[in-house]
C-alpha cells in the first residue's frame, strides 16, 4: 500500500486536495472544498456501493454478463454446508459438486467466490484433491464459484475510467524452456526477476532442463504470481478486446475497474472477472514506466471523483 499512497499524496499536492490516512492506513479521505472523497484500499470512489459488491461477487457478475447477453467463463456457486445438518458431516456432503466435477470431464477451476490477486484459486483434476480443496475454502468462504478449466493462450486486463480504457496490457506466464545450461531457477530469474529475486530457495530448482524442455512455473496469469505485462501488438486482437470492454462498461456503467478477459487455444475472448479494485503494484514494480502510468491513471480517478456530485 505505501507505493499507492505514495503516489495518491503526490496527486493531492497537485490538486491541492487534503489527504489523511485512517482505520491504519486503510483508509483515505480526500477532502477539497465542501467535498470528502473516500479510497478504501484499492477502490476509488466512484461505482456505486452496490455496483462494487456485484462486481466483487464472481457468480454475480457472472450472471450480469451472461443476461446482458456478453461472453464470459461459465460459473456456477456453491454454499458451505451446515454444521448444523448431520448430512454436512457425511462423506457425501458435496454430492452435487461432485456431480458437476464429473459433468465436466473431472477438470474445474475451484475458488473463493470472493477472491482476488489469483489467491484461493485451485485447478482440480482428482475426486481426491476436489474433496480437501472444499474442505480447505469453507472454513474460511460462505461461497465458492466453480468453472470448467479454459485452456487459455493468454490473459488481458483492461482498465476503465469513465467510460474509456485508459490501459491495456496481456499478462505472461512464467513458462520457461531449457538450454541444457541453465538451471530452473536461472530461467525464472532471468524471466522476471523483480519477482523471482528472493524466492526458488529449494533444491528442486537447481535442475537444469533438457534443451527444449519446458516448465510452467504456475498454471495462473496473476501478476502476483509470477506472471509479467507486456504490450500487445496485434492490431486486431486489440480492437477486439477494445470492442468488448466497451460493451461491458456501457452495459454495466463503469466508473472506475479492471477488466480481466482471457483468449482461449480456440481463440475465443471470455470475460473472466471485473474487480471494483484497480491495483497497479506489481504492473509498476515491472514494467519501466509503470509508476508514471499509475500515476496518471490514479490523477484522472481522483479528479474525476471530485468532479461529480456527492
Known amino acids: 500500500m505505501k507505493e499507492i499512497h505514495s503516489i495518491i499524496k503526490e496527486v493531492c499536492e497537485e490538486l491541492g486536495i487534503k489527504m489523511s490516512l485512517l482505520s491504519k492506513d486503510w483508509i483515505v479521505m480526500l477532502e477539497k472544498g465542501d467535498k470528502t472523497r473516500f479510497i478504501a484500499g484499492y477502490k476509488f470512489d466512484g461505482n456505486s456501493h452496490a455496483l462494487g459488491e456485484v462486481m466483487d461477487d464472481k457468480y454475480a457478475m457472472y450472471e450480469v454478463l451472461s443476461k446482458k447477453g456478453i461472453p464470459v467463463i461459465e460459473h456456477t456457486i456453491a454454499f458451505r454446508p451446515s454444521n448444523h445438518n448431520e448430512y454436512a458431516k457425511t462423506a457425501n456432503r458435496y454430492e452435487n459438486i461432485l456431480e458437476y466435477f464429473q459433468n465436466h470431464k473431472e477438470d474445474i477451476v475451484v475458488k473463493a467466490n470472493n477472491s482476488?490477486?489469483?489467491?484461493?484459486?485451485?485447478h482440480i483434476t482428482t475426486k481426491e484433491d476436489l474433496r480437501k480443496i472444499l474442505d480447505q475454502l469453507f472454513v474460511e468462504n460462505f461461497s465458492i464459484s466453480l468453472c470448467p478449466f479454459y485452456s487459455i493462450q493468454t490473459e488481458y486486463r483492461l482498465i476503465y475510467l469513465g467510460n474509456e480504457c485508459?490501459?491495456?496490457y496481456?499478462?505472461?506466464?512464467?513458462?520457461?524452456?531449457?538450454n541444457g545450461k541453465n538451471t530452473i531457477r536461472e530461467l525464472l530469474r532471468q524471466f522476471n526477476p523483480t519477482f523471482f529475486q528472493n524466492k526458488l530457495e529449494e533444491e528442486f530448482y537447481n535442475r537444469i532442463l533438457t534443451v527444449g524442455e519446458k516448465y510452467e512455473y504456475t498454471w495462473q496469469f496473476n501478476l502476483s504470481k509470477g506472471s509479467i505485462p507486456f504490450e500487445e501488438k496485434n492490431t486486431a486482437l486489440k480492437e477486439r478486446l477494445l470492442h468488448l470492454g466497451n460493451i461491458i462498461s456501457r452495459e454495466i456503467?463503469?466508473?472506475f475497474c479492471?477488466?480481466?478477459?482471457?483468449?482461449?487455444?480456440q481463440d475465443e475472448l471470455l470475460v473472466m472477472e471485473l474487480n471494483s479494485g484497480v491495483m497497479m503494484s506489481n504492473y509498476m514494480k515491472i514494467m519501466p514506466n509503470g509508476r508514471e502510468i499509475a500515476h496518471t491513471i490514479y490523477k484522472r480517478a481522483i479528479e474525476e471523483m471530485f468532479q461529480e456530485e456527492a
Open 258 to 265: 479492471s477488466v480481466d478477459i482471457i483468449l482461449t487455444d
Open 253 to 255: 456503467g463503469l466508473k
Open 170 to 178: 496481456g499478462k505472461k506466464r512464467p513458462v520457461v524452456i531449457g
Open 116 to 122: 482476488t490477486c489469483g489467491n484461493e484459486v485451485f
Open 166 to 168: 485508459v490501459l491495456l
